[in-house]
């Protein structure tokens, strides 16, 4: 266990559906990431929130919409999906000071997503 | 526009030998570097983090190396055993940014 933990494990969807995954700390870290990894290539950052604000938002599709309340929890809301966005999204954080991530990522077991 | 590569893609060797996984970046005004295992269907976990100011990190037979100045960084494993198999992931952040670029992943299988 790593301290990050992720719900649901496993999502099966239809494009019109809309979903959210969650992600939950209980390291004491404020940085925490979204990131997809698809099969055959590296794992793709999508979001970083330091300190509860948004600070990468790395080119994605209006379809995801990420939400950080507060700094133990994450959400990645999903909408109107395509069968590509398949894949596992995985979430991590990290300890941050004065806005910066400066530490070692700690990553959950991943949310399998299935798209039809 | 920082990239990572990993070589090789994949690996076999017999229990008890030690190896050597590659990572390549290609900015060398690197933030950190850091290594992961992933099992199968499952996240990461964190093996070992290098600063930028540092040379190489150790922990129990694991061993990580950062040379920025050819762009290089490897993971060294003594002794190596079948529990040992999984996929080897580095990643590097880039100075100023948040982004953490990942190499498509080194996958070891250590045969009994």
């Known amino acids: 266990e790593t301290g990050v933990t992720q719900t649901p494990r496993h999502l099966v969807m239809g494009m019109t559906n809309k979903k959210s995954l969650k992600c939950e700390q209980h390291?004491?870290?404020?940085?925490m990431y979204w990131y997809k990894q698809s099969a055959k290539k590296p794992l793709e950052l999508m979001f970083v929130?330091?300190?509860?604000?948004?600070?990468e938002n790395n080119s994605v599709p209006s379809r995801f919409s990420p939400e950080c309340p507060n700094s133990s929890h994450l959400f990645l809301h999903l909408h109107t999906l395509q069968p590509e966005d398949s894949a596992l999204y995985l979430c991590?954080?990290?300890?941050?000071?004065?806005?910066?991530?400066?530490?070692?990522?700690?990553f959950g077991p991943g949310t399998r997503l299935t798209v039809l | 526009k920082q990239e990572v590569t990993q070589i090789p893609a994949a690996l076999s060797v017999p229990e008890g030998e030690n190896l050597v996984l590659n990572c390549s970046f290609t900015?060398?005004?690197?933030?950190?570097l850091q290594w992961f295992r992933q099992d199968p269907g499952k996240g990461l976990t964190s093996l070992l983090l290098?600063?930028?100011?540092?040379r190489e990190q150790t922990s129990g037979r694991l061993n990580a190396s950062l040379d920025k100045s050819s762009g290089r960084s490897t993971l060294y494993i003594a002794a190596s055993q079948p529990g040992d198999s999984a996929t080897y992931l580095c990643?590097?952040?880039?100075?100023?940014?948040?982004?953490?670029?990942f190499g498509t992943g080194t996958r070891l299988k250590v045969l009994a």
């Open positions: 991590a954080s990290s300890p941050a000071s004065s806005g910066r991530a400066l530490n070692e990522q700690f």
């Open positions: 390291l004491g870290h404020n940085a």
């Open positions: 929130y330091s300190l509860e604000e948004r600070v």
């Open positions: 900015d060398s005004a690197i933030y950190n």
């Open positions: 290098i600063q930028s100011s540092q």
């Open positions: 990643a590097a952040r880039s100075s100023g940014t948040y982004k953490y670029i």
